[in-house]
Nanobody
Framework: QVQLVESGGGLVQPGGSLKLSCTAS????????VGWYRQAPGEQRAMVAV??????SHYADSVKGRFTVSRDNGNTVYLQMNSLKPEDTAVYYC?????????WGQGTQVTVSP
């Protein structure tokens, strides 16, 4: 069972930047897709950015042009978040899919507030 562990969350002012990292317990190089979801209080978990093993990355409309998902050749996935807004406040979850199996991290809190 692959374990995903997020880091890099925290408190940031509007307009600021954060970079989230997700480290897997083993290589995820061959995963079909990796990425990030988020869940704000009172809302359902929603896709933020997903990077397939081939093709272009997909982004939620609300983060296009501000967030960038990337992965290295080993076991780490990143989410660079720029121009952060208060509405970006949520718990961010790392996601990976290998065939029909899905894997989730435990989440990291991102709070955007003055």
């Amino acid at each position: 069972q692959v374990q995903l562990v997020e880091s890099g969350g925290g408190l940031v002012q509007p307009g600021g930047s954060l970079k989230l990292s997700c480290t897997a317990s083993e290589s995820i190089f061959w995963f079909n897709a990796v990425g990030w979801y988020r869940q704000a209080p009172g809302e359902q978990r929603a896709m933020v950015a997903v990077k397939p093993n081939w093709g272009s990355s997909h982004y939620a409309d609300s983060v296009k042009g501000r967030f960038t998902v990337s992965r290295d050749n080993g076991n780490t996935v990143y989410l660079q978040m720029n121009s952060l807004k208060p509405e970006d406040t949520a718990v961010y979850y790392c996601y990976g899919r290998n065939g029909e199996r899905e894997f989730w991290g435990q989440g990291t809190q991102v709070t955007v507030s003055p």
